[in-house]
């Protein structure tokens, strides 16, 4: 059964930086894109950045692009979000999923990132 | 990378049908068949009900169904029961390998 693990939210300033990582067991990770979802406290879901199998494309959402980057490591079977610059509208639960041109499954269960001073 | 529409709320008696729609664009929910829908309760990740408009993964019960008529994407769940309440999210490929949601509906069963 596949399964994706988050971890790494934290409390954090304004202005600090936080990484966030994925395991993932069950599938073939190194044969599919993967995704960071993110959703603020009483919001909906956004995108926000994606990843190809073998790391050499990344997109992110425009409000993130400059200061978040989406890498892997294939060899760990490991997702990441290196998060820069924070701010207070990053707040959010973070999510990782396995990406299929759009559909996303499975979802880990998140991981917290709150920015406040 | 405007999100897409849906309405905040929706609700249906158990055994009753319920249609939430997700209005979007040509350049997103018209423009690809990678429209999806997830279903997500409190405290909880979200589960994917629908893919590609209308393919149910399995396990997901076949009261689940979605259809797509130009820019719009619905989701039809039939024979309301008490755990269908909840939120759902749309979502479509948008180009680019981008994706973009829709705001959520909570669904209450009354």
């Known amino acids: 059964e596949a399964q994706l693990v988050e971890s790494g939210g934290a409390l954090v300033q304004p202005g600090g930086s936080l990484r966030l990582s994925c395991a993932v067991s069950?599938?073939?990770?190194?044969?599919?894109?993967m995704t960071w979802v993110r959703q603020a406290p009483g919001k909906g879901l956004e995108w926000v950045a994606n990843i190809k199998y073998d790391g050499s494309q990344k997109y992110y959402v425009d409000s993130v692009k400059g200061r978040f980057t989406i890498s892997r490591d294939n060899a760990k079977n490991s997702l990441y979000l290196q998060m820069n610059s924070l701010r207070a509208e990053d707040t959010a639960v973070y999510y990782c999923?396995?990406?299929?041109?759009?559909?996303?499954?499975?979802w880990g269960q998140g991981t917290l990132v709150t920015v406040s001073s | 990378q405007s999100a897409l529409t849906q309405p905040p709320s929706a609700s249906g008696s158990p055994g009753q049908s319920v249609t939430i729609s997700c209005t979007g664009t040509s350049s997103d929910v018209g423009g690809y068949k990678y429209v999806s829908w997830y279903q997500q309760h409190p405290g909880k990740a979200p589960k994917l009900m629908i893919y590609e408009v209308s393919e149910r993964p399995s396990g997901v019960p076949d009261r689940f169904s979605g259809s797509k008529s130009g820019n719009t994407a619905s989701l039809i769940v039939s024979g309301l029961q008490a755990e269908d309440e909840a939120d759902y999210y749309c979502s479509s490929y948008a180009g680019n390998n981008n994706l973009v949601f829709g705001g959520g509906t909570r669904l209450t069963v009354l």
């Open positions: 999923a396995k990406w299929d041109w759009g559909r996303l499954d499975p």
């Open positions: 069950g599938f073939t990770f190194s044969t599919y894109w």
